[in-house]
Structures are given as structure tokens and as C-alpha cells.
């Protein structure tokens, strides 16, 4: 029987008028699907978000990409930031929050992964290109991750991977939530591809899954260790 995970969705807006929906890109459900995951989609409602949990019967929690988080997330004051939802954080923290108290596994992607990083500590650099000066594109494009934590690699048997690139945020070690440790790297500029909770079942990756990438089993794998498999020992 598949395994029921917890999915955050992005929020969308329709053109023209007030009308904020919540949305997921199709190419999670084959992908969860190749993992023996079955997803279950959690609306934006904020502060509810702990008490529907509770019904949903859940064994994981997975945040997915999509938005911006709002500065004030990760305690900055930058208004030119675009594309956020107060109420996707909200909902989020929430996830997380319930998820830590039951010691559920749980993995961010992209924006995930910024969530996780500010929930616990951690800021973002909400322009990576203007301030990393030697920062390589991350922006639809395929790049080199080195794996730098030494159970991680010898879990997975990799050093490096390919993998897909889709955000213009990010961050590097020094904006990396102490209570996190970095398990993996961008090799060209030091942009955190990858991170983990050392006592909690939380892992987050920067790139994305879901969509084509050289980095396919690689994913599979981790997903169902988490989920399937529920070794945490990465």
C-alpha cells in the first residue's frame, strides 16, 4: 500500500481579479507515484493547518517548490521581493511544526528547502547573482552539486550529482540555520544544494525531483528512504 505524504501547494493567482488558488505541477503524481508515495494535497489555511493534519493520517510531509517566502519569514525587510504568500508560510511553518512533534519525515524542495532553513534559524539571499559575485546561473539550467557529508555520500554512493536548477534564491553556510547541517554544495560558488536536521528526520534538496534531470535515481532513492523505508540515518 502506498505510503500517504503530506504535499504543500504553491499559491497562484488568477488574472484580473481576487482570486488566490492553491496548485501543484503534475509531475509530482508520476514521480510519487514511482516511489510507492501517495500524496495528500494540504490547502493554504494557515493556522488550521495542524488540526486538519490530524485527520489526514499522514506518515510524512513534503514541501514543494513554487513562491517566494516573504522577508519577513526569515526576518528581512526587503519589499522588492515578488511572488509570496503570507499564508503558504504559515501553512508551512505549520506542516513543519507538526511534523517535528511526530517525528515524521520530512523533505523541502527548493522553496521547501528555504522554509526549512528559516523555520529553524536561517535567512535567505533573495538575489543570489548580485550578492555571491561569483554565483553561476541556478536558473533553469543543469549544474554539479558535490555531497559533502560523508554518511550522506557513502548512504547514496555518490560524490556528485547533476541535478536541475530553478531559483534565483538561495543560501551559502554562513546564512545556514545553526541547528542544520549542509550536506551538499553547489561546486562552483558554495550555494547550499542540500541540508539536514542531525536529531530529526528532515532533509531538504535544492533542486527539483519532479521535473527531468540526470539526478533521477538518485531522487527516487531518497524519497523512498525517507518515506518507504523510514531510514533517516543519511
Known amino acids: 500500500m502506498p505510503c500517504k505524504v503530506a504535499i504543500s501547494l504553491r499559491v497562484v493567482h488568477a488574472q484580473g481579479y481576487h482570486d488566490p488558488r492553491d496548485a501543484l505541477s503534475q509531475d509530482w503524481f508520476p514521480f510519487l507515484a514511482s516511489c510507492d508515495v501517495l500524496p495528500v494535497l494540504i490547502p493554504n489555511i494557515g493556522e488550521d493547518t495542524a488540526a486538519y493534519l490530524g485527520e489526514m493520517n499522514v506518515a510524512g510531509v513534503l514541501l514543494t517548490g513554487g513562491n517566494n517566502l516573504c522577508p519577513e519569514s526569515y526576518c528581512a525587510t526587503d519589499d522588492t521581493v515578488g511572488d509570496t504568500s503570507g499564508v503558504r508560510d504559515k501553512t508551512e511553518s505549520e506542516m513543519i511544526r507538526f511534523a517535528n512533534e511526530r517525528n515524521l519525515p520530512l523533505i523541502g524542495v527548493c522553496r521547501g528547502m528555504?522554509?526549512?532553513?528559516?523555520?529553524?534559524?536561517?535567512?535567505?539571499?533573495?538575489?543570489?547573482?548580485?550578492?555571491?559575485?561569483?554565483?553561476?546561473?541556478?536558473?533553469?539550467?543543469?549544474?554539479?552539486?558535490?555531497?559533502?557529508?560523508?554518511?550522506?555520500?557513502?548512504?547514496?554512493?555518490?560524490?556528485?550529482?547533476?541535478?536541475?536548477?530553478?531559483?534565483?534564491?538561495g543560501f551559502t553556510r554562513q546564512e545556514l540555520a545553526p541547528a542544520l547541517e549542509c550536506i551538499a554544495v553547489s561546486a562552483e560558488d558554495g550555494v547550499v544544494e542540500g541540508l539536514a536536521h542531525p536529531d530529526l528526520p528532515v532533509v531538504g534538496i535544492q533542486w527539483h525531483p519532479e521535473r527531468p534531470g540526470s539526478s533521477e535515481a538518485f531522487d527516487r532513492a531518497l524519497v523512498r528512504r525517507m518515506f518507504i523505508e523510514r531510514d533517516f540515518q543519511a
Open 114 to 169: 528555504h522554509m526549512l532553513n528559516a523555520y529553524y534559524g536561517g535567512t535567505i539571499l533573495p538575489r543570489l547573482k548580485e550578492q555571491i559575485p561569483n554565483a553561476v546561473g541556478h536558473v533553469a539550467c543543469q549544474h554539479d552539486v558535490e555531497i559533502v557529508a560523508q554518511k550522506f555520500s557513502e548512504t547514496f554512493g555518490v560524490k556528485t550529482l547533476q541535478v536541475n536548477s530553478y531559483h534565483d534564491q
